[in-house]
């Protein structure tokens, strides 16, 4: 009899390790299959406003001046190169911003959850950054912080934050009401509802601010970039545009909205793969 019992659990075990390489496999396609549709989607849109609109050759270029630049130029050794390195120092300035944005965000929104109060006093301040340009912010932000890590944090985390913070609130105040009063019933506070019921149900909401929050903090790098620290792709951008090198800064807006497409996309996949093994179905259209 236990020898049988053995045999069925491991059996369970293996139709749940299959299941879920289905799961990832379902996952990946899904994401390869969106991906190559906006890239569709783009290149048509691309080349299709530059010929409507009439825009100068000189100014406007197109997908095949991009890849001639990038690939079959003389120097497109050297293009690559310099957009590598500047690419890299880019995605740790969003790495940090990313990070910054979010764990603010989800302290937040647990704060809010615990104390309508709180709710109250901090909402209308973090609507207030939202609402308030980062171009006008930002003078004074280097100021204060100057012109090296910290201003990274706070430009790019005030992209990521509020609709991070929108977000993860709206999953945490969507857990059932009926669960909460169980955890209540049997001894708990609110700390060990939030902890049972409100963080787990908010997990499709922490996604959606996930895949929101990884463009919105390449946006805030190239931001920082531009205005305060000199380096990566957003001071490449505009260095190649006070020089008139527009095919450049053509390339450089290409490798960074690719960029954030595979993210977003890998964001997606590692979203299926839990929100499935949660018994959970993602949000759609954030």
């Given amino acids: 009899m236990p020898d049988a019992v053995t045999s069925g659990t491991a059996a369970r075990r293996r139709e749940v390790r299959r299941e879920a390489s289905r799961q990832v496999l379902r996952a990946l396609g899904r994401s390869l299959l969106t991906f190559a549709l906006t890239l569709v989607v783009v290149l048509v849109l691309w080349t299709g406003a530059i010929e409507l609109f009439g825009i100068s050759s000189y100014v406007a270029k197109g997908p095949a001046d991009v890849w001639a630049y990038l690939v079959t130029d003389e120097d497109a050794g050297e293009h690559l190169a ?5 690419l890299g120092v880019s995605l740790v ?67 990521v934050l509020f609709p991070a913070l929108v977000n993860i609130a709206f999953g945490l105040h969507s857990a059932s009401p009926q669960m909460v009063d169980v955890i209540t019933v049997h001894g708990g506070n609110s700390l060990t509802a939030l902890r049972t019921v409100a963080l787990p149900a908010s997990a499709p909401s922490f996604f959606a601010a996930v895949r929101i929050s990884v463009p919105g903090a390449l946006t805030g790098a190239l931001l920082v970039e531009w205005l305060a620290t000199g380096d990566g792709i957003g001071s490449t951008i505009q260095t190649a545009y006070s020089q008139v090198q527009f095919s450049l800064v053509w390339l450089a807006v290409v490798l960074v909205t690719a960029v954030s497409l595979v993210l977003y996309d890998l964001v997606q996949v590692v979203e299926s793969i839990v929100l499935s093994r949660m018994g959970m179905t993602p949000r759609q259209g954030s």
């Fill in 82 to 86: 310099l957009l590598r390195d500047d």
């Fill in 93 to 159: 300035h969003a790495f940090i911003g990313f990070v910054a944005g979010l764990v603010v965000a989800l302290l937040g929104a647990t704060a809010f959850r615990l104390s309508q109060g709180v709710e109250h006093a901090l909402m209308p301040v973090a609507m207030l950054l939202r609402s308030v340009p980062l171009i006008a912010l930002a003078p004074l932000i280097i100021l204060v912080f100057g012109r090296d890590v910290a201003t990274v944090a706070v430009v790019a985390g005030i992209v």
